[in-house]
C-alpha cells in the first residue's frame, strides 16, 4: 500500500519508521527536509508538499502539533486537499480540534475522501515500540479498511463513534492524564518536606488508592532526574 506520512516529529518519526519497517511503500514531508533523513536513507521517498504526498499515496497520516498545523497542510496552496482523489483516506493522529477534523472530514467527503481522526497515547515510547493506543473517529468500514496498518503503529484500538471521537476522547484522557500528573507532583513535593523519603512515599501510594499511570513513571524519571519529554 502507498502511505503517506506528514509530520516527522517525536511521534512521527516513530511511527512512519514502523510503517517502513513493515514493507509499506512510504512518502513522507516535514517543514525540516533534515528530520527525515534517517527515514529516506532507510527507503521512503520525499515529497515536496502535503500535495504531492497526496497525488501519490491512497493514504496519508498526518502527526502535527496544533490544530492549525493540521488546517494549513489540509487547505493550504499546496495542501493535501489540492491533491486528493476519489477514494483516498486521510488519518489525522494529531491531538486536534474535534470541531476541525468534522469540517475536514465534510470538505473530503464531497471530493470522494474518507477522513478518520485517530489521536494516540503512549508518548514517544509507545510510538517506538508499537504499543500505542489509538482512538480511532469516523466510518467503521473505512477503520477496517486500514485496521492492518493501525496495527503496525498500536495494540490497542478504539472505534469510539464518528470524526471527532476520537478527540474527544483523547482530550478527556489528557485531562484526566495531567490533572494526575500536577497532583502527584504537588502530592509527593509535601510528602517530601514532611520528612519521607521519596521512594518509601513512592511505594506507599503505588500500593493504595493514590496510583495512576503518572506516579508509576517516577522510578524512571523523576528518581532519575530525567526529564525528557515523551508528550
Known amino acids: 500500500m502507498n502511505i503517506g506520512f506528514i509530520?516527522?516529529?517525536?511521534?512521527?518519526?516513530?511511527?512512519?519508521?514502523?510503517?517502513?519497517?513493515?514493507?509499506h511503500d512510504l512518502t513522507v514531508h516535514d517543514l525540516k527536509k533534515e528530520a527525515a533523513i534517517k527515514l529516506l536513507e532507510k527507503g521512503a521517498k520525499w515529497g515536496n508538499t502535503p500535495r504531492e504526498v497526496a497525488e501519490s499515496c491512497q493514504v496519508v497520516f498526518t502527526s502535527l502539533p496544533t490544530p492549525q498545523s493540521v488546517e494549513e497542510v489540509v487547505y493550504g496552496d499546496n495542501g493535501l486537499k489540492t491533491g486528493w482523489k476519489d477514494?483516498?483516506?486521510?488519518?489525522?493522529?494529531?491531538?486536534?480540534?474535534?470541531?476541525v477534523i468534522k469540517k475536514i472530514a465534510e470538505d473530503?467527503?464531497?471530493?470522494?475522501?474518507?477522513?478518520?481522526d485517530a489521536p494516540v497515547s503512549g508518548g514517544t515510547k509507545g510510538a517506538e515500540t508499537g504499543t500505542l493506543t489509538i482512538m480511532?473517529?469516523?466510518?467503521v468500514a473505512a477503520i477496517?479498511?486500514?485496521?492492518?496498518?493501525?496495527?503496525?503503529?498500536?495494540?490497542?484500538?478504539f472505534p469510539v463513534g464518528g470524526v471527532g471521537c476520537g478527540n474527544a476522547a483523547k482530550l478527556v484522557n489528557n485531562l484526566i492524564s495531567l490533572a494526575c500528573n500536577s497532583i502527584?507532583?504537588?502530592?509527593?513535593?509535601?510528602?517530601?518536606?514532611?520528612?519521607i523519603h521519596p521512594e518509601v512515599l513512592w511505594?506507599?501510594?503505588?500500593?493504595?488508592?493514590?496510583?495512576?499511570w503518572c506516579m508509576q513513571?517516577?522510578?524512571?524519571?523523576?528518581?532519575?532526574?530525567?526529564f525528557e519529554p515523551g508528550f
Open 144 to 157: 477496517e479498511k486500514i485496521q492492518g496498518v493501525l496495527q503496525t503503529l498500536g495494540q490497542k484500538i
Open 184 to 195: 502527584s507532583a504537588e502530592g509527593f513535593v509535601l510528602g517530601i518536606k514532611a520528612g
Open 217 to 226: 513513571q517516577f522510578p524512571d524519571t523523576t528518581f532519575k532526574g530525567n
Open 203 to 212: 511505594e506507599i501510594i503505588t500500593a493504595s488508592t493514590g496510583n495512576n
Open 108 to 116: 473530503a467527503r464531497i471530493m470522494g475522501v474518507t477522513v478518520l
Open 87 to 99: 477514494g483516498d483516506t486521510y488519518v489525522d493522529m494529531s491531538t486536534n480540534s474535534p470541531s
Open 7 to 23: 509530520g516527522i516529529g517525536r511521534m512521527g518519526q516513530h511511527m512512519s519508521n514502523r510503517l517502513l519497517d513493515a514493507g
Open 136 to 139: 480511532v473517529g469516523g466510518d
